[in-house]
């Protein structure tokens, strides 16, 4: 099945950059959009709730101007990401506005329900759910939602266990719509590679912490900088759901990573996992584990520009080998 529009025929490159907790907010979401990605935010993160109809007004002027300015460089779509859960007492409120001013995307995590993605279908807008293994796939689509954001083994904050392909294997054995992957990709070449799993986009979240428009502490930033994909901690003690974590903060909170307790899942508290000075988002930094390519802090675009050379080098080099493995075929039948 081929891409909606409104994901293929205004993206300079096939990346939606994920809703990042706190940390994204107009300036990092307009940035990524006109640098030609899907740019993203948490609805959640507006406080108080009024202060989400403002962030929605700006970013569609803003994103609308540019448009009319830069005709032949347009602006990818934006997204926004509504948190589906009980704890979320916000959510009707939230999807409300986003309806208003007609977000071109929504992303859906932790829960599917059929009232939001009936709302965002109401005005031609898509919903994309996140997911982290078939089952719950498979209820993300009959309750409506339009695409899949399988969330596999390395990727930051909430993450599942299994391995991108698998994950993204089982998927396509049964469903043929838009599937954005997340998991530990932060070069062009892991761009790429999502797409030759089966992939159409990837879904790119930790790289752009550590950009000057993210609402990140500069610690934050400069840790992800310092730091690899063996820096990452693996728990669901801070949340009640298994996430990626850097290390350095966990030590840094005070506590072991090797000898972290197991949280109750049902908690699903958001808080402090039992150490009352030690907060998740705040103190606890969630990232994946592909931010061994982040090798400094730039702005949003520069990123993706480097994400963008990447990528098209990869291309190159891919058909170069493609085309190296014909001529040997050829001469082997000769």
Known sequence: MALPPVLRDRLRLPVIGSPLFIISNPDLVIAQCKAGIVGSFPALNARPISMLDEWLHRITEELAAWDRDHPETPSAPFAVNHIVHKSNDRLEQD????TKWKAPVVITSL????????????????????????RFARKAIEKGADGLIPVAAGAGGHAGHLSP??????LREWFDGPIALSGSIAHGRAVLGAQAMGADLAYVGSAFIATAEANAAEGYKQMIVASSGEDITYTNLFTGVHGNYLTPSIIGAGLDPANLPVSDASAMNFGSGGNQKAKAWRDIWGCGQGIGAVKDIQTAGELIARLSDEYEQAKLE???????????????AE
């Open 95 to 98: 999807v409300e506005l986003s």
């Open 111 to 134: 829960g599917a329900q059929t009232p939001v993605n009936d709302a965002v279908h109401s005005y031609g807008g898509i919903v994309l759910h996140d997911v982290i293994n078939d």
């Open 165 to 170: 392909f698998a994950l993204i294997q089982g």
């Open 318 to 332: 891919l058909a170069a080998k493609v085309a190296l493995t014909e001529r040997k075929v050829a001469l082997a």
